[in-house]
């Protein structure tokens, strides 16, 4: 640690002796009630009975069903609104302009069980001025419904302002996902929430704590900095301000810049959660930050993994999880460190491999009788960084559900790199090309069309009807990479430095999950099986894939085109083109 950010940190740690907030909870997070003690337990989160219609998934269980064909057809539908907003806040002391859903920094929880059907009517109400939005289901599969995706230019055209857009869905997968706007870099802004979906675990436990955000925090709006690293001779290298554990971290106002005179306030207040001593809680893990790579800990407890993304996993302790932007990890945690009025530090650090002028969250845990008004004592775990931002080691995730992986039908390589056009701007290329979406042509829409010759700046790769397909990833850049695919759930074959030597781990039963970290320098080797459809493969950084770091696989064309795009999708283009007759769309960005 830096001597500089040693003395910040210490600063905050030491002024923490009360945890009484100077902020109320509408300035910090709006109608969020995540991080506080007023979150009810019941009726969210319950386990004995996690939502009426009690456990629709019967005999099914995490290790004996193969989800990706055996989910249940509950016949139920859990219906949400969503309305997307300007407002301000000040999560962390400092106030800024946000874009929130429904009010609230973190955004509403989506709640179902598995195989339920879920619908969210998401409105634009981004004015003064207006902005296009779009929602994308992080992690579902969306199988035989590839429209439903979320990502614009590629599955359908931007929500246009004061255009509402009714996405529906199958949870097809189970356990914890978030979702996220999609168009441009919006989502770091505040346009993110949790989901839960409930499903059967072999793991029991008694209480589930429900979700806990992970999300590194600036200052600047995201229209800003992207246009910071954008312009010619623009920086790539961006700072993150602060650190959040459910929207919550306070700030040392006295390293505002002079001249600066935005609100801010110290001790603004951090997120609380109270544990039953003696019991077994399910803490639900999500990295929703725009870079930062987490390492998530909490003092004087070890945890067990129980699920990393949408995988149940043989469980497996550790003191420390690591989270690169996009990833979720499940654990569980016992109250046994202690007597009921124990208290504890939650600790989430950026890891050193991350630009952060503060990479430091706090939260507390109390036992059931702890003063709540007092901070906690205890001491940090001190395990160190390995610096290189990967995720633990492969060998050590091992799917519930063994699947192993088959020959692959055909492999591509695609090489990472970092380069400045002839314009001077800093781009990313993945598979040599840096991307640009066309925001009012899908790909998605194109294919189901029949056509499949796209320009080359919009990186399509057209996979045909090849039912397996590997992806050796070659980052030829220092730094490392959270890449994520759209309607996946990707073998994880192989991840290090350097070249892959082509051996893969466990292949009776490799790791499967959404996002997997590439190191810097390193490799990655995923597979998935064909789910036909048209879907981004990206660095979840937001600032990369705004700056190009993204592709579109084209998977099984043949069934896409015998599909039927629904109406209401298709109309997101109609009001997209009324749109833009009449306003300046300032893509400087990839536009996803
Ligand atoms: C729409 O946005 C405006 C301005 O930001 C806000 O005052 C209004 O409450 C929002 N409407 C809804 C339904 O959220
Ligand atoms: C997180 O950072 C704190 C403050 O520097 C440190 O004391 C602690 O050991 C770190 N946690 C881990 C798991 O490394
Ligand atoms: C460089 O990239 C930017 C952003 O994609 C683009 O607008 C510009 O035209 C490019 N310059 C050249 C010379 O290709
Ligand atoms: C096929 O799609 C591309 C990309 O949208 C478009 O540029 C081209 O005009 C289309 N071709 C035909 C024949 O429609
Ligand atoms: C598999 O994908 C490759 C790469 O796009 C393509 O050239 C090939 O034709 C595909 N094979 C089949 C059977 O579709």
Redesign the pocket.
Known sequence: MGSLLGALLGGIVSEVTSLIGSLGQQQTNGLSLLGTLLLPIIPFFLTNNPLPNGFPWGLLTDSATNPYVDYPRTGVTRTFDFTISRGFLAPDGYQRPVLLVNGAFPGPLIEANWGDKIIVNVHNNITGPEEPTSMHWHGFLQQGMPWEDGAPGVTQCPISPRKSLKYEFVASLYGTAWYHAHYSAQYSAGVQGPIIVHGPTKSKYDIDIGPIILSDWYHLAYFDIIKGI?LPGGNPRVFSDNNLINGKMNFDCSTVAAGDNTPCTNNAGLSKFKLQTGKKHRLRLINSGADGVQRFSIDGHTMTVIAEDLTPVEPYNTPVVTLGVGQRTDVLVTANAGGPKSAFWMRSNLTSCTSARQPYALAAVYYDQADTSKAPTSNAWNVPDPGNCANSDLSISKPLYPMAVPDPAFTQTMVIDFFR???N?A?WRLGGV?A?VDLSSPSLFDVNQGNLSFPIEQNVLNFGSNSSVRIVVNNKSPTAHPMHLHGHNFYVLHEGDGDWDGSIVRPSNPMRRDVQQVRGGGHLVIQFDANPGVWPFHCHIAWHAAG?FLSVFVVEPDKVQQMHIPDTIQQTCRDWSAWTAVNVVDQ???GA
Do not use: H
């Open positions: 954008l056009n002839a314009s701007i781009l840096s640009r190009g400087i960005d990839s």
